[in-house]
């Protein structure tokens, strides 16, 4: 009989950073034990404290296991499963309090804040087994969509919740489903924007990996809603582990009639297809996505008409990200009133915010609508390593814009965002301190907008490579009086004339940090210097005459042989043969160079 | 999938055993002392026979191990844990032992006195 359940994350994060061959050394060394009957070993998606991986939890204990290595297993298992004693040197040390007492989980302050809603099973039921899903709660939801509600009862509900789109744009979930419930009868789809393209965002991936079932039912609910019998998740071919579980899931969801014919008995029939996607960033875009999908080359087209009216294959669709689905089976189960509760006046219910760059937590979190950046920063994402100091924090990626400190306490949700020149985006939030050069983040977000314009229209495809040259110019020492205003310019006239979603928002990094950060390029233009010394062609390596000792250190590591000098007596760096690597800063132990 | 009920059946079934992943469990617990002497003396087959046991007669109790309480003379021990009640330690435990506790203690409500650490100590 089994007493105790090893939860092991089998999330992308982890996976990479080796839980496959935990798992198997868990089940040998179980074996060897003879405790396989007693404890059982599961594969889960991901917990979110993806700095920490490899992560497993022992049950009925609770205990949170962090950078657990295959040489730890042998003894988490005789000790904890055999002896009962918690290995206390693997513990995530911030449960273990000062009496040593392993706490909560939920009491840490990576946890403390969150609320899972669209994560709920993630890190807690095996996505590849449907009895797990269907134990805490799933497809409860579809059930009594289909049994208690009428499709436009379904609508309402999800109007009233106030669900708006998580993909970026913010457009209210339930007026989409009306728009394409109000077309005539016949052939309608329901589309799931899988593609997730903005550098630095995974919530999606996690969704797919650790709970595909709620998208199943999800999608299933929003054909009832709206009169559709087929849906497609277009999917990246970047995500093969969610791939492969979605295809599990679907396939187990079939088994068990939840997908097909008749679904709870009633006349209501729905099929899953997966499409998967080359990794275009455009193909995020819903029309160039469903482009994709109708198997033609990914670029977009001009709306109206809206897929609502006029979607895939022609038909009227219904298209949403991953995300805004993981959100529906609770709204329908638990009700619009309790989602209703959670969040600001206009943007309801949670976010997950992927958190990235300078900060100690990197990994995944879901937070109410409301949560303050300073919050999410400093308390869940557990601060800016190496004290330094905060100084930016850039949400929606490419798409998106720089959040700058003194914005850190306004509440985070869909219109505060845009009041302050971002965007909520898909939720990747990239934190910047003291050390980042924001001409040079504006430079990074261009460039990967510049590889990822389709082409088809003609501001996104020359004024962002025009916006590119002139952001290289001025990181490379040579920005001219006026760039500014003429970027500015560009960045308006690309706004407006732009066909789709990634045109139209492409220069938004720009705008953005010359918004907060002008002085940054002022001292690029006109002082030809980066005061984050990041800027290479900007920078010049010299040595301290008085704080080196003459060790030849640096002489020796110098890979191009610019620095000379005779030994115990100050040496000297040649400007013009110094291709700055920065090899011999890193080396020297007097701290005798110094970039400026 | 043909009616809501057929779905709830599922969850019901499938719910069995997943208890064990609510580390905010209030109610009963029972644990058995696993430390070497514990093992040594018998242990294992005991916390089988509770798991068993508990889990046969689908009782909302978590059954765990605990490391060496200091009185090896008297393992196998085994430990109950009820809500605001004092805990019982029974000693010298063997998997018929254990049976007898789970269905007078745990299901009954009485503690079988000839087992604790009271009784045989003495």
Request: aromatic letters at 6%.
């Amino acid at each position: 009989m089994v007493r105790s359940h090893i939860l092991v994350c089998g999330g992308t994060g982890c996976t990479s950073s080796g839980s496959p061959a935990i798992i198997r050394a868990l089940e040998e060394q179980l074996n060897k034990s003879g405790l396989s009957d007693e404890v059982k070993v599961v594969q889960t998606g991901c917990f979110g404290l993806c700095a920490l991986g490899p992560i497993m939890i022992v049950y009925p204990e609770g205990t949170f296991y962090s950078m657990v290595k295959v040489g730890d297993i042998p003894e988490i298992v005789e000790e904890h499963l055999l002896k009962g004693r918690i290995v206390t040197r693997l513990v995530y040390d911030e449960t273990v309090q000062e009496s040593g007492e392993v706490a909560s989980l939920d009491d840490t302050g990576f946890y403390k804040k969150q609320m899972r809603v669209a994560l709920r099973n993630c890190g807690v039921i095996n996505p590849e087994d449907i009895n797990e899903y269907i134990a805490y709660d799933g497809y409860q939801a579809l059930g009594k969509a289909l049994t208690q509600m009428t499709p436009e009862q379904v609508i309402e509900e999800i109007k009233t919740s106030g669900l708006r789109g998580r993909g970026g744009a913010g457009f209210p979930t339930g007026v989409k489903w009306s728009f394409a419930a109000a077309q005539p009868k016949g052939q309608k789809y329901v589309c799931c924007n899988a593609d997730e393209g903005d550098p630095g965002a995974f919530m999606d991936r996690s969704v797919l990996e650790g709970d595909p079932h709620a998208l199943i039912e999800a999608m299933a609910i929003a054909g009832y809603a709206i009169g559709a019998n087929k849906g497609y998740v277009y999917v990246r071919a970047e995500y093969p582990i969610a791939v492969h579980r979605l295809q599990v899931a679907i396939k187990q969801a079939k088994e068990l009639g939840l997908l097909g014919e008749g679904i709870f008995g009633t006349d209501f029939s729905f099929d899953l297809e997966i499409r998967l996607g080359a990794g275009a960033f455009v193909c995020g875009e819903e029309t160039a996505l469903m482009t994709s999908i109708e198997g033609n080359r990914g670029e977009p087209r001009p709306r109206p008409p809206f897929p609502a009216v006029k979607g895939l294959f022609g038909r009227p669709t219904v298209l949403n990200n991953v995300e805004t689905y993981a959100n529906i089976p609770r709204i329908i189960l638990l009700g619009a009133e309790w989602f209703n509760k959670i969040g600001t006046e206009k943007s309801k219910g949670t976010k997950v915010f992927a958190l990235g760059g300078k900060i100690t937590n990197t990994g995944l979190v879901e937070v109410p609508m409301g949560t303050t950046l300073r919050e999410i920063i400093e308390e869940i994402g557990g601060g800016i390593p190496g004290g330094k100091q905060f100084k930016a924090a850039q949400t929606g990626g490419p798409s998106g814009g720089c959040i700058p400190a003194k914005h850190m306490d306004i509440p985070i949700d869909y219109d505060n965002l845009i009041s302050i020149g971002s965007m909520m985006g898909s939720g990747g939030l990239i934190v910047m301190d003291e050390d980042s050069c924001m001409v040079d983040i504006a430079r990074f977000f261009l460039d990967f907008t510049v590889d990822e314009s389709c082409g088809k229209c003609t501001p996104c495809r020359i004024g962002t490579k025009r916006l590119l040259e002139m952001l290289d110019r001025i990181t490379e020492g040579n920005g001219k009086p006026g760039d500014i205003e003429k970027m500015e310019d560009l960045c308006h006239y690309i706004k407006e004339n732009a066909l789709c979603g990634l045109g139209q928002t492409a220069p938004n990094p720009v705008l953005s940090t010359i918004r907060y950060f002008r002085d940054e390029y002022e001292a690029h233009i006109y002082h030809k210097t980066c005061p984050a010394k990041v800027c290479k062609s900007l920078l010049n390596y010299t040595i301290i005459a008085e704080k080196c000792t003459g060790c030849t250190l640096c002489a020796r590591v110098c890979p191009v042989g610019a620095i000379t000098g005779t030994v115990k007596q100050p040496h000297v760096i040649d400007h013009e043969k110094c291709i700055k690597c920065g090899a011999c800063m890193e080396k020297c132990r007097f701290g005798a160079i110094v970039k400026e | 999938m043909k009616s809501l009920e057929e779905l709830m059946a599922i969850r019901e079934k499938a719910r069995q055993g997943m208890g064990i992943r609510n580390d905010k469990h209030e109610g009963t617990r029972v644990v058995v002392g696993m430390a070497t002497c514990g093992i040594a003396a018998g242990a294992r087959p005991v916390l089988s026979a509770l798991v068993e046991e508990v889990s046969k007669e689908n009782l909302d109790i978590q059954v765990g191990q605990t490391g060496c309480i200091g009185i090896c003379q008297y393992e196998p021990v085994v430990e109950v844990m009820e809500p605001d009640k004092e805990k019982v330690t029974y000693v010298k435990m063997t998997p018929e032992k254990a049976i007898k506790v789970v269905h007078k203690h745990l299901m009954g409500g009485e503690v079988v006195q000839e087992y604790t650490i009271g009784r045989v100590g003495k």
